[in-house]
């Protein structure tokens, strides 16, 4: 266990990843608490989360348009933050884990030699990791199936290439950021196995520096919310009748990823996504192996491997019987009706609420949101019920 530097030096922890590990949720606890955070010794440099994200872009080489101009230059300002007293400070990003080994040394080089570099790496077992990954790819705008993502896995696992590997595969992660460091800075968190205290992770992650989790209220943070089947086959199906409209970056983290997935379809309860019997063995098989990577690497491990092994009967449930299960078109259509009245009925609350946003609504009409929804409704007649709902909600304003 690292204390929080109380003895005058100045430690930095880098946690680097990955993504879809618990991360949303610990950067929520800290950022909305970031005042007690530092009065415990642990400082956030610079103004905001968007920060360290945009330091990501900028050590990655990535600080270009359309990304905002400031992101350039952010990893040098983000350094000096961190530098400027003695105490603990923590940068935290899961997109620092896609960096390549060039970049990992620019960012480790940029510290002064007196700073004390820790590097942080949250792990979880990946067979949730695969579900979690499609899932954010389809946030992504991606129309890809589940079975073709896990498809596409496999087969670029042999060398560990692709962005799945690029940030799930542990082992490599650290073998990049931990190479210069001596094990005992390097620092593996395990998310704890479904079933555990929701509090866990935190208790693990606040204690490695130096923390004390019981004084943060973890109540009002959250982590990435998961889709069902269903809500997900439905975001993946606007994603392809959108074809290029709503770009990334641009309106769609916004419009699509926020309101419609986030806010609209993941407060829907749906079936569980599972994967074929063989997958699953891999998945299985894979986590296995990073656990006796990262045990053989004598990192510091806050947790358990054990939480990367995948029991028996995890595994069972995790299976389908006859392969990947593929939502009916008439349960899609009716998450769709559904997804959209929400999506209207939030609009006019809105609008209710305040008159710029009912401003900006008027604006949308002739947007792509618009045409899109429009393109569905042709391409599914039966979406005409869809309309009415529609025509319903303008009377109301």
Known sequence: MTSSGGDGGRRVFLHVGSPKTGTTFLQQVLWSQRELAERQGVRLPLGSFDDHYLATLDLRGLARPPHPPRARGMWTRLVAEAERGPGTTLISHELFSAADPSQVRRALSSFRPDTEVHVVLTVRDLLRQLSAEWQEHVKHRSTLRFDEFVASVRAEAPAREGWFWRVQDYVGVLERWGAALPSTRVHVVTVPPAGASPTLLWERFAGLLGLEPGAFDTTGSRSNTSLGLEQVEVLRRVNVALGDRLPIPGPYPVVVK?????????????SPLRMAPADVEFAADESRRLSVGLADSGVD??????????????????????????????????????ALADVLVDIAESAHRDRPVLERGEALRASPVRAALNELAEQHPSLARARRVVRRLRRLR
């Not at 926020?258 to 749906?270: E, K, M, P, T």
């Open 258 to 270: 926020n309101i419609l997935g986030h806010q609209v379809l993941a407060s829907r309860r749906g």
């Open 301 to 338: 491990v806050v947790g358990s491997l054990d939480d990367l092994v995948v029991g028996e009967e995890t595994m069972r449930a995790a299976a389908a019987d006859h392969g990947y299960e593929v939502a009916a078109d008439a349960e899609l259509l009716d998450e769709s009706v559904l």
